[in-house]
């Protein structure tokens, strides 16, 4: 899939040959072994660039992203943990693949086809990204797959009937793409035999300085988004669908993400929140532009979804264990999830989360990695 945007194609850069490229290919070997004696894989993929991207099959977890900066020079810009056993711990879901319905559903209650399902409550009051044992903490099969100008794993998980409270067995299938664009696309798609919410995402952490490089408040950050959706205390959407112009949350031009943090009413303070993507005429929307303007690195990200969630790390306080040693400390990293809204199993007038027998479920999302036009 092409960019839609020249500056995050990264072309110029690499035909000069600014950095000695790594073999391109995709290599094996075991990351660990889980209490039970399950083996944990790791993959490595590098394309052609030199851009290397580390996945485990615990979670579909992507642990390194090494992508260039205006100079060439490669840096990790994903946060994550050093090891398997520091993941199984217990971590904010770095980097992992998120389901069956990520983001929030009120209550950990909804209603199909007048039968109530009650969910894990693992979010306050409220049941978070598929429950105490989603997507994000089971083995995924993975299976390297031949594409042509990158590199591709695919993903695939069975969750049976009742898994989490969920109805209906669900067969979930997610390829991961490193392309030689330099773009990281993540290709969803999963069957039921019963009616059930599905909502699947990708939740990796950024800061496009380097995952140990302090905050991501001096970011510059644009959403193609003129409305959100509002929340209540526990972060679940009221309903409404307001504009962000006049409110901390206007991103509709670049802007530096801590330029009115500081004005946002939440505790802890920052970006939490539901952005309800702009229609456009393409099938793959643009939903974001991100740049660090030290390093010059930029990320771009489309999407098929009708909404995405930014997070700015609001809930990182420098106790949680990162890689190389690095305590992770408020607004470390950022997030942006594509999605349906939060608690639209709830939500009658949010876009339908609902798949039913005979349907596919899919979405494509790609994030598109590049430097700032001089």
Not at 37 to 44: A, F, I, L, M, P
Not at 167 to 194: H, I, Q
Request: net charge neutral.
């Amino acid at each position: 899939m092409k960019s839609l945007f020249g500056l995050c194609v990264f072309a110029s850069v690499m035909a000069g040959g600014a950095f000695a490229a790594e073999k391109a290919g995709t290599t094996k070997k075991e990351y660990g072994k889980l209490a039970d004696g399950k083996v944990v894989d790791e993959y490595t993929l590098v394309n052609a660039n030199g851009v290397t991207m580390k996945v485990i099959s615990y979670g579909g977890i992507i642990t390194e992203l090494h992508v260039p900066d205006k100079d060439g020079k490669l840096a990790d810009i994903v946060l994550g943990c050093s090891n398997l056993a520091e993941y199984v711990e217990g971590h904010p879901y770095f980097g992992a693949l998120i389901g069956r319905v990520g983001n929030r559903i009120a209550k950990g209650k909804f209603t199909l086809d007048g039968k109530e399902y009650t969910l894990a409550t693992n979010n306050g009051p409220n049941h978070l990204h598929g429950g105490k044992v989603g997507f994000d903490k089971v083995v995924w099969k993975v299976t390297p797959k031949e594409v042509p100008h990158g590199q591709a794993l695919v993903l695939s998980y069975s969750s049976p009937d009742g898994e989490e409270g969920y109805p209906g067995k669900l067969d979930v299938e997610v390829t991961y793409t490193l392309t030689d664009k330099n773009e990281v696309t993540f290709d969803y798609s999963a069957k039921t035999d019963k009616t059930t919410p599905v909502n699947l995402t990708q939740h990796s952490y950024f800061n496009l300085a380097g995952h140990k490089s302090g905050t991501i408040l001096e970011h510059n950050l644009m959403l193609a988004a003129d409305n959100y959706t509002p929340t209540d205390d526990t972060l679940i959407p009221t309903g409404k669908i307001d504009p962000v112009k006049g409110t901390p949350f206007d991103f509709t031009t670049s802007t530096q993400i801590g330029k009115h943090i500081k004005e946002i009413k939440a505790d802890p303070v920052g970006y939490d929140l539901n952005y309800v993507i702009n229609p456009q005429r393409s099938k793959n929307w643009l939903a974001a532009v991100v740049t660090e303007p030290k390093s010059g690195r930029t990320m771009t990200v489309t999407t098929t979804e009708p909404g995405i969630q930014f997070y700015s790390g609001n809930f990182l306080d420098g106790k949680q264990k990162g890689k190389e040693g690095t305590l992770y400390k408020q607004y470390g990293g950022f997030c942006l999830e594509t999605q349906h809204y939060p608690d639209s199993a709830n939500q009658k007038t949010f876009p339908a989360t609902i798949l039913k027998p005979g349907d596919t479920y899919h979405q494509l999302t790609t994030y598109a990695f590049g430097v700032a036009a001089k």
